[in-house]
């Protein structure tokens, strides 16, 4: 029995293989691509690295982090509001009708896993493979195990429900595979729990950090899977490792905030984008978050929900309100309206919001306010006051990350860790995460389906 979810070692080979060489391996002199075996794919070191090119390639995919992962989230949560003209999957997300066939979780599923068994082919071939350079052997091993681990996370993010979901965490998660799949080989295993998956991912990301550079671009470099590895910590509710994570990212310097709140929708790899999926006019796949949601559309079918215009209004030498438009009596998002802008995927900023709200939940306040603070000094406010703490700061850091990162994604995961209802629906509803795709249910029959 085949399934597309699963992709052999044929997949791997990627286009512009042709012209990667390595040493004195050209692969112009290789067999194409489609025709030659899962073991000459990748028995060479430019094979390894032209599998490695694929799988960055998935995972910068429309359907995958280069735009689902970040725009979908937010279809569900109070930002967002619609009433025109979304097509049939994202008709069914704004209605709350999830089945296994929805298109925007099937490719996300397929892309996400396809990314997975790219990575875990790599890492069994890094085993076996002799390299002319150890370290280029080793930075491969470490890029494959940071998008195994990202990868992961966006799954359990839309698959399963979030962490304290159950008191231990024992409810499913995603399935975890860490060896290639090929055929009916690896293809029937179990969901997980979603601690078993959260162990996977810290780890990945964790071994990830240890070997990759502090820079990486266009994969993740040690700062990016640590940053990564913060948000995780962070959903968990373990404070202190994702401060100390912050502050790692933070004080290594290699990241800048931006002068201007807008710089990081004008220019693309600006000193404050820790990691974000480079497009191109050619190769532009945040086109599947900027399309829906433009302001600069004739009628786009997206815009800012109640609560959020609300917020942001409260204070109008608030700087951040340059990257929205006001027309027909809707706040309409201009963040997203350069063609090939490079897709966020964790920028500075973030950084400094969450670790303000890990110092503030212990007890840290001043450290929690001058962090808070930074951010609201780029945007032209007020520093909050060194009275503020407790719960009212926590709830101001809230505010203020919500305002800084509105429409990137991150408010989704941020309802559900909150525990707060996600417009009319409570934070764990069944309805907010999506059904298994039929790619899986057909094909694994150990896999159980979300209610």
Request: charged share 20%.
């Amino acid at each position: 029995m085949k399934t597309p979810l699963l992709h052999s070692m044929r997949s791997l080979v990627v286009m512009g293989l042709a012209v990667i060489t390595f040493g004195c391996d050209s692969m112009l002199d290789q067999t194409p691509p489609l025709d030659i075996s899962n073991d000459v794919a990748l028995s060479t070191p430019g094979g390894i690295v032209a599998a490695m090119t694929g799988a960055a390639d998935q995972f910068s995919s429309g359907a995958f982090y280069g735009g689902n992962t970040m725009s979908i989230g937010e279809l569900w949560s109070n930002n967002v509001e619609s009433n025109v003209g979304a097509d049939f999957g994202r008709l069914q997300i704004l209605s709350y009708n999830l089945n296994i066939f929805n298109p925007e979780g099937r490719s996300m599923w397929g892309d996400g896993y396809g990314v997975i068994n790219r990575a875990n082919n790599i890492l069994l071939a890094l085993e076996t493979v002799e390299f002319p350079d150890a370290r280029q052997k080793e930075l491969l091993r470490g890029r494959a195990l940071a998008l195994r681990g990202a990868s992961l996370w966006a799954l359990c993010m839309y698959f399963a429900q979030p962490w304290g979901y159950t008191a231990d965490n024992s409810h499913p998660g995603v399935i975890i595979r860490t060896e290639p799949t090929l055929g009916d080989l690896g293809t029937i295993k179990a969901r997980a729990t979603l601690k078993e998956c959260y162990d996977q991912i810290i780890a990945d990301l964790t071994d990830a950090a240890q070997i990759l550079p502090v820079k990486d671009a266009p994969y993740m470099g040690s700062l990016a899977a640590k940053a990564l590895l913060s948000r995780v910590y962070f959903h968990m509710g373990d404070w202190a490792k994702a401060e100390a994570l912050c502050t790692e990212v933070i004080d290594n310097g290699a990241f800048k905030l931006n002068a201007s709140v807008a710089d990081v929708v004008t220019t693309n790899s600006t000193a404050e984008a820790v990691f974000e999926i480079l497009n191109t006019p050619v190769d532009n796949a945040g086109s599947i978050v900027w399309d829906f949601r433009q302001a600069d559309n004739s009628l786009p079918r997206y815009w800012a929900g109640t609560d959020f215009v609300n917020a942001i209004y409260t204070d109008t030498t608030d700087k951040r309100l340059a990257l929205y438009v006001y027309r027909n009596n809707r706040l309409y998002v201009a963040k997203w309206d350069r063609i090939a802008m490079n897709t966020p995927v964790v920028r500075l900023a973030e950084l400094y919001l969450t670790r303000a709200e890990c110092r503030a939940q212990q007890g840290n306040a001043s450290g929690a306010l001058a962090d808070v603070n930074v951010i609201r000094q780029r945007a032209g406010l007020k520093d909050l006051p060194g009275t503020t703490g407790g719960n009212s700061l926590i709830n101001a850091i809230r505010r203020e990350r919500n305002l800084e990162l509105a429409f990137e994604g991150d408010i989704f995961l941020e309802r559900k860790r909150q525990r707060r209802n996600l417009k009319q629906r409570p934070w764990n509803d069944a309805s907010l995460i999506f059904k298994i795709p039929d790619i899986e249910m057909n094909a694994n029959t150990l896999c159980t389906q979300n209610p």
